[in-house]
Every structure is written in C-alpha cells, then in structure tokens.
C-alpha cells in the first residue's frame, strides 16, 4: 500500500512539479500578491493530486492551470477579495480609469504602437491595470501560449467568448500604453 | 484604414486558422499595409509580454511546502491502478525552468535510481542533494549571512566550512543545514543561482592531502569536490557544468 502512495506521488510530482512555475506566475497575476498566490497553487496541487486519477490524457500544464484558476476564484470569493473583478461579458470594467480607456477612441496609430520599446515596469504595472480577465487572458495566450481551446477550458468560457475577450483585452492593453506613450511625450520623457 | 481582412488577423497570429486560409491571407497581409502593419503590432505586443512582462518564478520555499504536504495527503483508492506505469517521460522535455525544473529532475532520479545504481560517494551526495529538495528541509539556518552561517556550523561539526559570501559573483547564500553523507556528519552550505539550488557540502577529512577541483556528471547532476586543509568539499547542483565550476572556483580561491 505505501508502495503504491509512494509511486503515485512520485509520479504526479513527475508531471505536475514542471509546471509550477507556470501555475505560480498565472495566480501571483491574479492574486497580486506572493502569499496569497503560493496559498492558491498549494491548494491546487494538493486538489489536483487528490483528482490526479482522473487526469487521463491530455495536456497536464492546461490541466493544472486549470484547477489554479479555480483555485483563485474559490480563494477570492472567500476572501471577498477586489482581485476576482473578472468584467465577465459586461464591457464595462470596474477598475478606475479603465472604462473610458477601453472605449475610448483613441485613433489607432501603429506607428505610436512600438510595444517593444516598452520596459519592463511599465508593462507589468499597465498589465496590472486591467481587469482580471483581461490580464488571464493576455497571460494564457500569449505566455503560457495556450491554444483558444485551451484557454476555454482552463476559463471555462465558450471559444466565442474567447476570442472576443481577448480582443478587448489586446484593445485595452494597447490604449493603456498609447495613453501612457502620449502622458511620456506630454512630460517631455 | 482598416482593411476587411483585419478580423482574421488575431486568427492568423494565433496560430487559429486552417492551412489553406492561413495561407490566403499570408498571402493578403504582404500586399496590404493596414493588415502587415496591424500584424506587427500584434506580434509586438506578443514580444513585449514574452520578454518584458515581469515572470513570476515559484519561490522554492513553495515547491518543498507542496512536497511536504502531498506526502500527508491521504491516497485514494486507485482508480485504474498501474495502468500509467510507463510515465510519459517526453513530457519532460519542455520541463519548466528554474526549480520546478530541478524537482522533477529529482523525481526522475528517484523513479530512475530505485534501487539506487552505482555506488560511491557520488551517489551519496546526489542523494542527499535530492532530499534537501524534496523534503521540507533545505537549510536549517536561512539567512544570506554568512556571518550566522558559519558559527552555526561550526558549532555543531568538528569542521569549520568556509562561508563565502558570493552574492555579488551571482551565488547568494541560502542558509545551512547540518547533513549525513556516507558515514560522515557533513556541513551543507546552500547557494542559488538563478533558480538553481547549489548544495556545498563539506566535512573533516583529517590527515588526507590537498586535491585539486575536479569535475563530474552524475545523473543529470553536475558535481565538483577538491579537497584543502583537510576538508572535502563535494558541490551538486543541477546548474550547468561551468557555472558549478565557477562556483567552485570561487568558493576555493577565494
């Protein structure tokens, strides 16, 4: 018997451990903090070890982003936490300052739009101004390089859903960063 | 202007579309400015959140702790028992960097070294390299002073490691922690680099003459031990073989 407990930890620590990093930096993104963060993917690996039987096949990074996203929203719920200000479809964003940027019309410049000459505080703390979902998804799809299917399962949105979210968060991440590019040429930066 | 096509570009970019439509409207974007240019802010935007956005590495406090706490989970009844005997080891080909990278090394090493294969000292030290890892004990001194570190050790060995501080050389101490390696109480000094844990292991070898740095791989883990004063010193890390050797180095040198 312990023979057996031995080996099946052994072999989810096999699949599961690779991908810490990846479970950790998608919920100290949601969580925006460090130890909220690590109490959400521990209780996601010690709930996903206690499911392991039931990962069959598969893609076990997509799995267990999976089960640290839920995590996170249990967590957040819990803890009545500002973090879980998921937008859902509404497209009105709770946090301040974002409404009038997502629909604002800024005129589309891809010339302004060098996104590579960004450093990397700035990015990082425009990311953080966005909604929840939009930063998730800005995350799945262009870290962690999951497919629009793979990103439904682990949110649990349609692929419909999907590809129109990602859309806006793209939109509102760009007008976050034309505005800061404009605020940078105002301040003679 | 936006041009019609402009729809599909997020598709083309994420890798969405079929063959044939990707291939059409490859096609399109190099002949239409709107579109390439549109498709390059895309990929920029990509880029800047490959490269730029900040990644958060797990901390290996966290890995120890879920190590620690999965082994007093209680083990359901086996669903399809032994029917994933053969582990996907291709799997690990893309194993995540840093310390979860390193952990699964160990995993592997304990999957592969039951019963363990090929004797002698370098077994030991990766053995208990491996345990500093998994289990919930890594140091037991965790601080970045090695002015604490040393005393410490020195206070319950009959060997008094040298404890460099090597933070600046990009080797930060981690702490100490007291081991047992092949018969012999042992000092474990613990660096990192990057996310790579480095156990210095050394313990009193008196009487026995000076030997230079030498280098091995064991197992997928680097090793380096020289001897000096009548100390043996074994370095494992999963760290690259010349970065240990630096480490190495410094610590012997300097």
């Not at chain 1, 005129?107 to 990397?120: F, G, N, W, Y």
């Not at chain 1, 949105?157 to 105002?186: F, N, P």
């Not at chain 2, 000094?189 to 000076?210: K, M, T």
């Not at chain 2, 030498?214 to 020289?226: A, D």
Request: glycine share 6%.
């Amino acid at each position: 018997m312990p023979v057996h407990q031995d080996d099946r930890r052994r072999r989810f620590e096999l699949l599961a451990l690779p991908h810490l990093d990846a479970a950790y930096n998608l919920a100290r993104w949601l969580a925006g903090n460090t130890a909220d963060a690590e109490d959400v993917v521990q209780e996601a690996y010690l709930r996903a070890y206690r499911y392991f039987d039931a990962f069959h096949d598969g893609n076990i990074r997509v799995w267990l982003l999976t089960i640290v996203r839920n995590c996170f929203v249990t967590w957040a719920k819990e803890n009545r936490s500002s973090r879980l200000s998921f937008v859902a479809e509404t497209p009105v964003a709770e946090a301040a300052g974002v409404e009038e940027i997502l629909w604002g019309t800024a005129p589309r410049d891809p010339e302004a739009l060098l996104l590579d000459r960004i450093d990397s505080e700035t990015l990082s703390a425009l990311m953080q101004r966005l909604p929840a979902d939009y930063r998730e998804i800005l995350l799945l799809r262009e870290v962690e390089d999951l497919s629009y299917k793979e990103i439904a399962t682990v949110t649990g949105a349609a692929i419909g859903t999907v590809m129109s979210r990602l859309s806006r968060a793209r939109d509102a991440l760009r007008k976050l960063w034309m505005q800061q590019a404009a605020k940078e040429t105002a301040d003679g930066v | 202007m936006a041009c019609d096509h402009a729809g599909l570009l997020p598709l083309l970019a994420d890798g969405e579309l079929g063959a044939a439509r990707r291939w059409l409207l490859s096609r399109h974007v190099a002949r239409c400015a709107a579109c390439a240019a549109a498709m390059e802010e895309l990929q920029s935007m990509r880029t800047a959140l490959r490269t730029r956005l900040v990644q958060h590495r797990a901390p290996p406090e966290l890995a120890a702790r879920i190590g620690a706490a999965l082994a007093h989970e209680p083990v359901p009844e086996p669903v399809r028992p032994a029917r994933q005997s053969s582990v996907r080891f291709a799997s690990l080909g893309f194993a995540g960097s840093g310390l979860a990278g390193a952990l699964a090394g160990v995993a592997l090493t304990l999957l592969v070294l039951r019963p363990p294969a090929g004797g002698g000292m370098e077994s030991a030290v990766i053995g208990s390299h491996v345990r500093s890892l998994m289990a919930q004990h890594l140091t037991d001194v965790a601080t970045s002073d090695q002015h604490t570190v040393k005393p410490w050790l020195s206070a319950r060995l009959d060997v008094s490691p040298p404890v460099r501080e090597l933070a600046d050389q990009g080797f930060p101490l981690v702490g100490g922690r007291l081991d047992y390696i092949d018969g012999h109480p042992a000092a474990a000094v613990v660096y990192r680099h990057a996310q790579h844990v480095i156990n210095l292991f050394a313990w009193a070898s008196p009487g026995q003459p000076d030997a230079p740095i030498r280098t091995e791989t064991r197992q997928g883990f680097n090793l380096v031990t020289w001897r000096t004063d009548g100390i043996t010193f074994w370095a494992v890390s999963d760290l690259e073989a010349d970065q240990l050797g630096r480490f190495a180095r410094l610590v012997h040198g300097g």
